[in-house]
């Protein structure tokens, strides 16, 4: 099955510090979603970003499909903002996305 | 729109007895998704149901492990003979029935812990 991976693992950050946190994957997809998972372990829809270029407020999203990765970008953090990162994709005529292991980030004040 | 919704939100068990949980989708939601997840990994796929139909079950779900979605709306997820190995957070998701689209929305999940 596809491989997902996402880098970095682990992300501390003083607060208004900028980031980028990215997911390569193995195979062509169709779909891509980036969550942010809160410390009560809700899974938040951040993007849905199959191809092209999204931005919400602080955050934006790329995902270059035929070069295999997706970047989630992080303007001006706030601790807020801490949690874990998800990238979860879905390819070929799968039903079933993939997600990779997320990339934890702290934001101190 | 009210979200996804999950029942319970925690549940402690002894070792050895049955537990169910519940997941409410997005109405109108024709897809729902069962997944698990421990510390530090990211979810893993049980299930998935396409109306009242499960179409796809991960081999990760053992015979202990049993989901239905009645009617294409509700679903429950049922383990019986709990392990302290199911300890885990249970999270349902949906996804709305357009073609090609498989953009999911999660409940906020049941967390089991078993003793």
């Known amino acids: 099955g596809i491989q997902v991976e996402q880098s970095p693992p682990d992300l501390i950050l003083q607060e208004g510090a900028n980031s980028t946190l990215r997911c390569n994957f193995s195979d062509s997809v169709n779909n891509l979603q980036w969550f942010h998972q809160n410390p009560w372990g809700q899974l938040i829809n951040l993007f849905y970003i199959p191809s092209g270029t999204k931005q919400n407020g602080r955050l934006s999203a790329t995902t270059v499909a035929t070069e295999r990765y997706s970047l989630l970008y992080i303007s001006s953090s706030q601790t807020t903002d801490s949690g874990v990162y998800f990238c979860a994709v879905r390819s070929g005529g799968s039903y079933i996305p993939t997600f990779g292991r997320g990339t934890s980030l702290i934001v101190h004040p | 729109d009210t979200g996804v919704s999950q029942d319970p939100r925690h549940k402690i068990t002894k070792r050895g007895q049955n537990v169910t949980f519940r997941c409410d989708p997005i109405?109108?939601?024709?897809?729902l998704y069962w997944y698990r997840q421990t510390l530090g990994q990211g979810p893993e796929f049980l299930t998935y149901f396409q109306n009242e139909a499960q179409l796809e079950k991960s081999r990760l779900l053992s015979d202990r492990f049993s989901a239905e979605r009645p009617k294409g709306s509700f679903s429950t997820l049922e383990i019986q003979r709990t392990e302290q190995g199911d300890s885990a957070m249970y999270l349902c998701?949906?996804?709305?029935?357009?073609?090609?689209?498989?953009?999911?929305?999660f409940g906020p999940g049941t967390r089991l812990t078993v003793l």
């Open positions: 998701a949906s996804s709305p029935g357009l073609a090609g689209v498989f953009e999911q929305f």
């Open positions: 109405s109108e939601h024709n897809r």
